[in-house]
């Protein structure tokens, strides 16, 4: 009896099939993210320059009865983000003891540390993204801007920028003293705060648009920090709220297990949040000890921590892909003495901006001490 085989060629390519699935699927965005306009972060594929639509909302009261249309259109503002996606590439060498092993047990033996940094690279860009600052000439993570372009950010974002429990915390023109002006006990993050950046989110110019459910209704999603998503948890009408909405939660297609809903507005936790504001080195912490000005790990009142959530409509995130991620060999192997495997994979995620406004989000700061 002879024994059907597999070609190699249909190992690797199933290989890199479902590593491309997995990829997508195991993204804490894949929900939010989408080829369409109504995507929170938006995708659109090409090698070079990407040019991403970017279309608001029309605001106009049209006409009725005899009236005239002639001469009363509006104009479909319209703008665009140009994107220039990058390659990123790491790579693993195998030992003496693996290169004993088959070439496909390599593949197996490197597949999920590769998967994982890949994974990891995707939403730390897009956690950067949530945070970054355009001052009108110089694009730049919350981190790495200087105190000067974070004033510049709020002047121009002041309708869609709230500090704490009350739009009054904001100190006009001046990112540092509206960030103190957070405290520890009046601006925790609450239902209320939520209700008031949501109200913000419907009433600033341009307007932000919701995302359409199947259902054909409006949502907003909130990605908040580990301490943030505690004190909504723990607030009593915020707990109430859960457990009656919990079922019609679970049918809610931008909804998640662990996930809140308050107001049409889904709230998702994000931990990685905190590890840019807590962490001390390297990217773990360019929102905190690492960060360039206005450190949010003690900005707030008499230098407490201050937590930083994101209230998303669509368009607020734009994805240029350029290629997925895929996995290559190493080729120079030293008379096939040493093995290694990478990947490299291609993309651009930056905030959308138009007219020096943030397009698809408002910033809510709010008090955030970390646990006693």
Known sequence: ???????????????????????????????????????????????????????????????SGNSTLSGNEENLNNYSKTLTPTHYRHAVTISDEENEKSEFDLYNEAREFLMLWAKEKQRDDIIQALGAIYDGTTYANYGSAT?????????????????????SNQSAGNHTTSLSNVDTTNDRLTPQMISLAKRMAKN???????????????????????????????????????????????????????????DNVVIREIEEISTMIDGSTGSNGVWGGSSTADSLATGGANSSRVGVGFLCGAQAIG?????????VRK?????????????????????????????????????????A
């Open 319 to 327: 994805y240029g892909l350029g290629k997925m991620p895929r996995i």
């Open 147 to 167: 105190a000067g372009a974070m004033d510049t950010w709020l002047t121009n974002n002041s309708d869609r920028v709230l500090y704490g429990a009350s739009k």
């Open 1 to 63: 009896m002879v024994d059907s085989t597999i070609s190699s060629g249909n190992v690797v390519t199933n290989f890199m099939a479902e590593f491309a699935r997995e990829y997508v699927r195991e993204s804490r965005f894949s929900k939010y993210t989408g080829k369409t306009a109504n995507s929170i972060i938006h995708i659109k594929e090409g090698l070079q320059t990407i040019s991403l639509p970017l279309i608001s909302k029309l605001s106009g009261s049209g006409v």
């Open 331 to 371: 080729k120079e192997d030293d008379y096939e003495f040493n093995k290694g495997v990478g990947i490299t994979l291609k993309h651009d995620i930056d905030k959308m901006y138009f007219n020096n406004k943030q397009h698809g989000m408002v910033t809510v700061f709010y008090s955030a001490p970390t646990d």
């Open 204 to 262: 600033c110019s341009p307007l932000i648009r919701p995302i359409k459910t199947t259902e054909d209704k409006d949502f907003f999603v909130m990605f908040v920090d580990s301490y943030g998503m505690r004190d909504l948890r723990e607030n009593s009408t915020m707990a109430q709220a859960n457990r009656e909405a919990w079922t019609r939660g679970e049918s809610n297609p931008l909804f998640t297990g662990g996930d809140l809903i308050w």
